[in-house]
């Protein structure tokens, strides 16, 4: 069991930061890695060709082995999600007879306006799966109503294993078997998922998997993965940089223009991947993720929130976490997120409102305290609402 990391950030005492679906903080390690990538290029003769190719192959590999991929070679360097979805969007092979892509209700825009521009240009619908029932039916009946959704003029899915807003988590399994069984393409945007629990490409074969680094994957902003399998992995990038061509590594022949691509889905790095601050700190980031272990992280969420069900029960908050590093809450209806939000804004916690839940997630430097705060400054907000609206 792990214990709490809070010793390894630069948190402070004063902020319960509960909110890493929005943005994770950097611990010192991936911080120092970052310093130290400035300080290579305050001196750039430091820098040298390997450079270029050597810290992104590590890294690809990494990420590859957090999401149990079989090789580095299916992974890319991303500049975010959109960009790597787009990749998917511009590679979509031709589906005869299919006319349907399903995606679902309120899901991320980055994950959204893709696949509606694909749609147009297709001349498909783009349906957005809702759940049908509220309360404590409500991730059930949607996870039936999604595989309902899925037949045989689906020509793409595409989701996230749990929802961004809310953390509803749907059932990988059930999908696979109903995409697999149909040919649809099945692309996941696991940036609310990868690092903070087990996850397997090898088991579950989709066609895409996206990730954004900057939250449960500990890193900076910029740096995003994506993962391809064979349908999309040997398509068209949606731009065409010197260095994902064959012996690019070899400075003084660059002009030796080249017709192939790096082998696998290293056609789809974005320009200037080899950042020389960000992919060390990403690097820091992933290996300290994977020295926790996504396993442990999660059972560290469930074991900080799991005592705190009941009050918060107690107080009207409809709260049923599927996974416990993202959960909602839900209110009394007589209670506005926004304005509970700024309630405990004022007393230091941080939470995100998004669509009509207040959104919670929570990671290893979180501390007994902070889910203490959580809780009594709910409850201080609420009395503030309840004597308000009387
Ligand atoms: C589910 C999900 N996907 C993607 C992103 C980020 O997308 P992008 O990298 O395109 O900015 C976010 C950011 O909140 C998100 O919640």
């Known amino acids: ?43 750039p003769w430091s820098i040298k060709p390997t450079d270029f190719f050597e810290p992104c192959d590590r890294l690809r590999a990494t990420f590859a082995r957090l999401i149990a991929a079989e090789d580095l070679l299916e ?20 589906m005869k007879g299919k006319n349907k892509i399903v995606l679902l209700e309120g899901q991320f825009p980055s994950n959204v306006y893709c696949w509606h521009r694909l749609a147009r240009t297709r001349q498909w619908e783009c349906v957005q799966v809702a759940p049908p029932l509220t309360g404590s039916q409500r991730a059930a009946a949607w996870n039936e109503a999604l595989l309902d959704a899925i037949d045989e003029r689906t020509a793409l899915v595409a989701m996230g294993p749990v929802h961004w807003t809310d953390g509803t988590c749907f059932d990988l399994e059930a999908v696979k078997q109903r995409v697999h069984r149909h040919g649809a393409v099945w692309v996941l945007d696991a940036t609310q998922f990868v690092g903070a629990h087990p996850f397997s490409v090898t088991d579950l074969g989709p066609d895409a998997v996206v990730a954004a680094g900057y939250k449960f994957l500990m890193g900076p902003y910029g740096i995003a993965f994506g993962w391809y399998g064979p349908r999309i992995q040997q398509g068209m990038p949606i731009e065409e940089n010197w260095a994902n061509r064959m ?19 290293q056609r789809f790095n974005v320009g200037e991947q080899a950042n020389f601050i960000t992919v060390p700190m990403m690097q820091a980031a992933l290996d300290q993720v994977l020295e926790w272990g996504p396993a442990r992280i999660q059972a560290y969420c469930r074991q900080l929130v799991h005592p705190y069900l009941d009050r918060l029960r107690a107080m009207g908050v409809e709260i049923a976490p599927q996974a416990w590093h993202i959960f909602g809450l839900h209110l009394p209806s007589h209670v506005p997120p926004q304005v509970l ?18 959104r919670v997630s929570p990671n290893v430097y979180n501390t007994p305290e902070d889910m203490e705060r959580l809780v009594e400054a709910l409850d201080h907000a609420l009395q503030d609402v309840r004597q308000t609206t009387h």
């Open 247 to 265: 012996h690019s590594d070899d400075f003084a022949r660059l002009i030796n223009y080249q017709a192939h691509y790096r082998p696998g889905a």
């Open 1 to 43: 069991m792990l214990t709490c990391q809070k010793s390894l950030f630069d948190l402070g005492e004063g902020v319960a930061y509960l909110n890493c679906a929005t943005l994770s903080p950097l611990s010192r390690r991936v911080v120092a890695a970052g310093q130290e990538g400035i300080q290579r290029k305050v001196r």
């Open 341 to 358: 939000k700024e309630g405990l804004e004022a007393l230091q916690v941080v939470v995100s409102v998004r669509g009509d839940a207040v």
């Open 75 to 94: 992974v890319a360097l991303l500049p975010s999600v959109s960009y790597g979805l787009a990749q998917v969007a511009a590679n979509m092979p031709a």
